[in-house]
């Protein structure tokens, strides 16, 4: 069974920094490109960041571009989201998520066709 734990949330003040992790267990984790999903309360889900299998690609969307930086470490079965310059809008439940197919299944921008899920961790931006 596919695990992905997501941890690193927390409430900080605009202009701050987070890096959150994400672990999966259950799936050969390098065989998967993996991205990120946020949802705020009332707004629909939003994929803000993608990354392929090897790390050689990634993709973000503007909402976060050259503020947020993703990346993986596959000797770990780790995804990170490294998010600085945070802003109240940022303010939300993110999640991290793996490719539904693996090998085949990629990043289409900063969207990803997921299979798995993790539970979230809440980031709060204070103003």
């Known amino acids: 069974q596919v695990h992905l734990v997501e941890s690193g949330g927390g409430l900080v003040q605009a202009g701050g920094s987070l890096r959150l992790s994400c672990t999966g267990s259950g799936l050969r984790f390098d065989a998967y490109a993996m991205g990120w999903i946020r949802q705020a309360p009332g707004k629909e889900r939003e994929g803000i960041s993608c990354?392929?299998?090897?790390?050689?690609?990634?993709y973000y969307s503007d909402s976060v571009k050259d503020r947020f930086t993703i990346s993986r470490d596959n000797s770990k079965n780790t995804l990170y989201l490294e998010m600085s310059s945070l802003k109240p809008e940022d303010t939300a439940m993110y999640s991290c998520?793996?490719?539904?197919?693996?090998?085949?299944?990629?990043?289409?921008?900063?969207?990803?066709?997921?299979?798995?899920w993790g539970q979230g961790t809440q980031v709060t931006v204070s103003s």
């Open positions: 990354i392929t299998t090897s790390g050689v690609r990634r």
């Open positions: 998520a793996a490719a539904r197919h693996p090998i085949f299944g990629t990043c289409s921008g900063p969207d990803l066709d997921a299979g798995y």
